[in-house]
Every structure is written in C-alpha cells, then in structure tokens.
C-alpha cells in the first residue's frame, strides 16, 4: 500500500546513519516519525551527538530509546504505527564471525520478536520495508565467454593462501569478469551476518505475506556519506580509511587492491526508500539498491586521499579476510523498473560532500588495529610480507 503523509512511521534504528537520513527527508515533509533506537556505544560512542540534526527536535518527531529485542518495546514502539522502516541491526561483517549469538540475537531475534508483536497483538501496520544487504549474495555475478552468467561460491582458503585473488568459472574452470547482480542470483552468504540478513528477509516475506502487510526488501550496497559512524571501527571502509589518511597512518589495501564493490550515496538510498513508501509498486518484491557501478578499493582510496590530503601512501598488503568477496555491484533494472529509481549522487560528488564533513569531525582514536587483532587471532584474517606501496 502507499502510506499518505500523515501515517506515522516507526523507523527501527532510527538514529543510526541510513535511518537518520531517512528521517530527515521524511521530516521535510512533516510526516510523523518514531525513531527507536537503543543507541549502541559501539556506533554512537559513550556520548552520542546529535546536535546538528535540528530536525530531531521537530514536534511530529519523537525518539524513543529501546532495544527491538524485547517485547515490551514494540508494544510502545507500533502505538498508531502504520509502517516499519527496519534498519535496527549489528552490522559489521567480520566482528559477526565470532560474535554470533549477538548478531542472531539482534538481527534475527529483533524481526522475530517485531513480527511476533504484529502476528498475535492488534496493531495498525499495513506496511514494513526491510534493510537487506548485498552481502546476501556473497560472489556477486560473472559472465563466463563459454557458460554465460555464472555465480562462483566463496572463494577457497588454499586459493587465497596461494594469492589467487580472482574467482574462476564454477562449471568450465575459465578466467570471468564481474558483471551487475541481478535480485534473481540465489543467495550464498559468506558471513554471520550475511546469513543474518538472509533470514530477515525470508521471516518478513512469509510472515508479511501471512498476515497481510505489504513487505518491501531492500539489498543495499555498501552505503557511504555524511554522518555514517566514525567510531564502529568493525564497519565502512571509507570511516576507516578516512580516519587512517587523517591520523597519518598509512591504508592497508587488502589481498590486491582491486577487489570492488558498489558505492552509493545515503541520500540516494533514502530517496530509494521514500519512493517505496509512496507507492505499492515495490510491495512484495525485493531491490537492489545501488550506484550500478564497480569501484575497487584502491581508487576509493586514492580519491579520498585526494580530497583530505596528507602525505601517507596505500599499502596493497596482501592480508586477506576469509568470507570477503572479490567483487559486487548491484543490478538496477528491477528497482528502475518498478519505483523509477536511478542515483543521482555521481561517486565523486558524493565524496566531496562525506570529506567535506568528515573534516569537521573529531579525529578518532585507531580502534581499527584492535579490530584487526581481533579477526588475526582467531583465524579469521590473514597476514604476509609480501607488501608494497603504492
Ligand atoms: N551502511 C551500509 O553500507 C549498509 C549496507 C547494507 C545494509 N545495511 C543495513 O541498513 C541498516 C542500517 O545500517 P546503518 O549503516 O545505518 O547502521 P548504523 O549502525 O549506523 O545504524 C543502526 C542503528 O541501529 C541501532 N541498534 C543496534 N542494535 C539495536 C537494538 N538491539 N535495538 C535498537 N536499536 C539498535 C544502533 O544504535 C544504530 O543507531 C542495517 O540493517 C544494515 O544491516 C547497511
Ligand atoms: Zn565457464
């Protein structure tokens, strides 16, 4: 269904980066918002701050702290609710590795108990839109010249040991090439919290389908801008690597630097989202949303050195972490087909507007080579001295 202007909307993890720039178009045109959220210390830091974020204080919005692991917050949370925007979640890939039981607990055991609350209590909600990830589809899709579009599974530990970095065909053994991943390639999650985000998606189709409720799941590719995290040091490369270039340290590009991977714009991905709201065209289906375009992460990280400036270098170090995929970008036909959605944010725009607000940010502390530690000392990420700069 399209929600009019005047349904409140709950937005699950409503003060993190994607669910506050969704509140901010959304408080534009004074739609009456909830923005729950738990305010984890891990994204928010000890003492979060949203002073720049004036719109919070507007009379349609209201923020409520609470955890969507618990059943008592839905039932304050969906009070006069008539759409769930769900962002609530732990989101960092490696940390998930070893950190399983929160992760289940927060993504799975989060939309169990929302649908729980809206399968067996009276409720006014007629929609849900669900943030998916791309990292549902592990490899993304290659095209093979004998075998057409192909879907390789993770990459092996021996071939990575072995710094064989590019994927080969899974049917004839030939050299592939990335190409765009459609919504219909089957799903091979390479990490917890892929796997996580893979049964959300399937809880909230056959639970909405179920119980009548409009679903629209989103497979959003790796979103960047202003006001994403700067202190989670488990997520965004562009946090981290803007942080690295700022405290002078030198960026450790991963196996060889041209693994890539789609980059789009926050305000993109919330423009995707509104246009899902304002209409039924995206009801029961599920959408990429994404750039369309891949961008290794060697020239992400020569554009952000360009842009905050310094004298430090990128180091292609070789390491490599297991579950990582080589490339993946999105195919947009199916949500320009259904919503009229194309970005609109080119790359380097993007990034002008991230650096240009990242500058007036404090400079972090490196949490990042404790999160590094972390992923060595259990196997999980690899490390050798074949090293160069570049
Ligand atoms: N940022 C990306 O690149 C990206 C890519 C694909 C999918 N997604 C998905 O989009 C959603 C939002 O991501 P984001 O980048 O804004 O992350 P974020 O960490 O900035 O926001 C998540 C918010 O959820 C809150 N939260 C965490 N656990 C909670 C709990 N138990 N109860 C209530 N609130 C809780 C956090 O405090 C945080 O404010 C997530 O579901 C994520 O999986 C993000
Ligand atoms: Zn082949």
Known sequence: MAIKTNDKILITGGLGFIGLEIARQLAQRRQPLVLLDNLSQQVHGALPNFSDRGFLHNSH????????????????????????IHLAAETGTGQSMYEIRRYTDTNVGGTATLLDYLANQRHSVEKIVLASSRSVYGEGAYLCERCGMVYPPERPAAMLCRHQWEPLCPKCGAMIHATATPECASPQPASVY???????????????????????????????????????????????????????????????GRESRDFVHVSDVARAVLLSLDSDRADGFTLNVGSGLDTSVATIADLLRERIGGHTSAHVSGHYRIGDVRHEYADLSGIRKRLGFAPEISLEAGLDRFVAWVKGQPVESDRLSQASEELASRGLMQRDDQAITV
């Open 194 to 256: 892929a796997a996580t985000k893979l049964a959300q998606e399937g809880l909230v189709r056959i639970a909405a389908a179920a119980l009548g409720i409009g679903a629209v799941i989103f497979r959003f590719q790796n979103v960047y801008g202003e006001g994403q995290s700067l202190k989670n040091p488990y997520t965004g490369i562009l946090s981290i690597f803007s942080n690295q270039l700022r405290l002078g340290k030198v960026l450790d590009l991963y196996e060889d």
């Open 61 to 84: 919005v209201q923020v409520l702290r609470g955890d969507v692991r618990e059943s008592d917050t839905w039932a304050t949370a969906l009070k006069d609710i008539r759409c769930v």
